[in-house]
């Protein structure tokens, strides 16, 4: 089992900047396969933030590539998402994921209980 705590959300200016943070535990972030961010607007489907893989590899939507960074650091076992030139229509509840991986037994996906971010105008 793996238990997934978002925060750092709240309500920022357009133009600002904010930083999300994901703390894990149950299992060491160093092993999980994969970890993202996703977010979802009011009436919207949940979508793809960002990723990190267990390499450090990363990948972004190309709504936030050159704004947002993701990050991750194994001794705190946390996952970060740096928020920069934040837009409106960025405007969502932000998930923790967690993807264990293809190899191990079911359950394979964790989510966080969400974190609020609002930018206003």
């Known amino acids: 089992q793996v238990q997934l705590v978002e925060s750092g959300g709240g309500l920022v200016q357009a133009g600002g900047s904010l930083r999300l943070s994901c703390a894990a535990s149950?299992?060491?972030?160093?092993?999980?396969?994969?970890m993202g961010w996703y977010r979802q607007a009011p009436g919207k489907q949940r979508e793809l933030v960002a990723a990190i893989s267990n390499l450090g590899s990363t990948n972004y939507a190309d709504s936030v590539t050159g704004r947002f960074t993701i990050s991750k650091d194994n001794a705190k076992n946390t996952m970060y998402l740096q928020m920069t030139s934040l837009k409106l229509e960025d405007t969502a509840v932000y998930y923790c994921n967690a993807d264990l991986g293809p190899l191990v037994t079911l359950p394979r996906y964790y989510w966080g209980q969400g974190t609020q971010v609002t930018v206003s105008s």
């Open positions: 149950g299992r060491s972030t160093f092993s999980i396969y994969t």
